[in-house]
Structures are given as structure tokens and as C-alpha cells.
């Protein structure tokens, strides 16, 4: 089982025993290294986890398969096989954009292996449909993928400063870029496409792990509505809470913000 560990880069770190176990898995474009400003408020009162998901450019390519992701349930299951795998469980999730959608999809199977989601950014749908405002057209959306295709740098060179909230020089959007970069282009338009044509609505009312909902109050992928509408129709209890924050990426791009009130979350329990 040593090569799951090495597939995903899973890394072990903080306190062994007598504790709660923090598992942190990234979205889209990035990979562990975004949560290099919450892992040091941890380490010291948590087992805490960290892992890169297949696709990630820290990840072997070779071993990236298109068909199994082509859907979130292949994502979900490497999950699951990390968390059997370290014996975790039941653990707090910290999942950032899709992840945090992925870890809705693998509670539902095994709810016993988490105690609470903390879903930072989350949208369980991106595609307006009726009277859902996910926060984008399906001309958008294809133009994006257009753009993806026939030139990845400059469509990176585009995106990273959207989705970060800030101007190209900004040291969010370098990083942003970077590991943008470091994902091979024809994964990348293959990951994107899975995860803005996802739609796992109907799946909300089957979670039972408490979640807390984290999201900035400007956002240029999740409208601060995304929030609300999750509140509303996922099974189990759940808190929302918009931050002063900017952009798709606040661990990174607002920490000053956003890392006090994950960790506030961590501590909460909504039931109490």
C-alpha cells in the first residue's frame, strides 16, 4: 500500500496519538502547498493529513486516467482508499473548491469516517439552471474550454489573476500559476471540464456529516448565493459563514482572514 501513499504524495504530520485526525485536500489547479498558512496552526494539537489529488501537477501523469476521472466518484474513491488506508476516521475534512464537493460524495457512502466537512468555496453545480444561479452559461463555460485548448499559457496567464482576485504581479497569482503550470494541459482541460459540468444537487440531501460552509464574500466562481442554496438542501445539520475575503483561493490570497476562521470551525461543533 506504500504506492498509494506515493501516488498521491500523503503527508503525515503533527501529533500521533490522543487526537482528532484533520484530513486537507486541495481543488482545482493547486495542490498541498495551498495550505501552507493553516498546516503550522495544527501540527501542534492535530494528526493532520495533506495529499495531492490525481491530476495535481505535483502527480505522475502517466498514471492519470481519463476515464475514472471523469467523473468526481473517481476522486472520491481515492479518498476513501487514503483514508482506509491510514486507518483515519472518523476525521475533519477540510476540502477546498471541488474537494469539498468530493467529500461530500464519499460521506455519503461512508459517513462513519467523518465527523464534520468544512467545504471552503464549494459549488455543487456551476451552470445556471431555472432559477439556480451557479454563476456561469454553458457559452462561457465552452469558450473557457475553447481557450484551455489552443493556448494553456495564455489561458493560465488569464485565469490565475480572475480567479485570485488580483493583478498578475500579486505573489497569490504567481503561486496560483505555478502549480497551474505544473499540470500537464491536456489534464487540466480534462479535469476542468469534469468539474464545472458537474451537477451532484440532487446527492445534497443524502449527506449526513455536519458541514460548515466557508465562503468569500467576492468570488468570482461561487457566487455567495452557492452558500445559501447548500445551507438549504444538504441533510445534515450545517453553519454558513462569508468572509471579508477575496477571490477563489482566500487561504492563500486573504490568510490574515480566512485561516482564524477555519480553524475557529474546526473547533466548533454545530450541534453543541
Known amino acids: 500500500m506504500a504506492e498509494l501513499e506515493e501516488v498521491h504524495n500523503v503527508r503525515v504530520v503533527g501529533r500521533s496519538e490522543g487526537t482528532a485526525a484533520i484530513v486537507l485536500a486541495h481543488g482545482f489547479g493547486t495542490d498541498q ?21 490525481m491530476g495535481a501537477g505535483t502527480t505522475n501523469p502517466d498514471l492519470f486516467d481519463f476515464d475514472r476521472y471523469a467523473t468526481l466518484h473517481g476522486y472520491a474513491l481515492d479518498l476513501l482508499a487514503i483514508l482506509g488506508h491510514l486507518r483515519l476516521g472518523p476525521c475533519i475534512y477540510v476540502g477546498h473548491s471541488v474537494s469539498a464537493v468530493i467529500g461530500v460524495i464519499a460521506s455519503i457512502s461512508r459517513p462513519d469516517l ?7 468555496s464549494a459549488s455543487p453545480r456551476y451552470l445556471n439552471d431555472g432559477d439556480y444561479f451557479g454563476g456561469f452559461e454553458q457559452q462561457g463555460l ?37 502549480t497551474l503550470f505544473n499540470i ?18 440532487d446527492k445534497l440531501g443524502l449527506v449526513k456529516v455536519p458541514c460548515h460552509i466557508l465562503q468569500s464574500s467576492r468570488d468570482p466562481a461561487v457566487p455567495v448565493v452557492v452558500s445559501e442554496y447548500l445551507h438549504r438542501h444538504l441533510g445534515a445539520e ?32 454545530i450541534a453543541k
Open 238 to 269: 450545517s453553519v454558513v459563514e462569508v468572509m471579508p475575503s477575496e477571490g477563489h483561493l482566500p487561504q492563500l490570497s486573504s490568510p490574515e482572514i480566512v485561516i482564524p476562521v477555519i480553524l475557529r470551525h474546526i473547533r466548533f461543533d
Open 114 to 120: 467523518f465527523s464534520k466537512l468544512l467545504m471552503l
Open 33 to 53: 502547498s495551498v495550505w501552507k498558512h493553516l498546516l503550522p496552526h495544527l501540527v501542534a494539537d492535530y494528526r493532520v493529513v495533506a495529499f495531492d489529488t
Open 142 to 178: 465552452s469558450q473557457l474550454f475553447d481557450a484551455m485548448r489552443s493556448n494553456y499559457t495564455a489561458w493560465v496567464s488569464g485565469f490565475a489573476p480572475l480567479a485570485v482576485g488580483a493583478d498578475m504581479d500579486s505573489a497569490t497569482v504567481q503561486e496560483f500559476s505555478r
Open 184 to 201: 500537464r494541459p491536456d489534464i487540466a482541460l480534462s479535469v476542468a471540464q469534469t468539474i464545472f459540468q458537474t451537477d451532484v444537487r
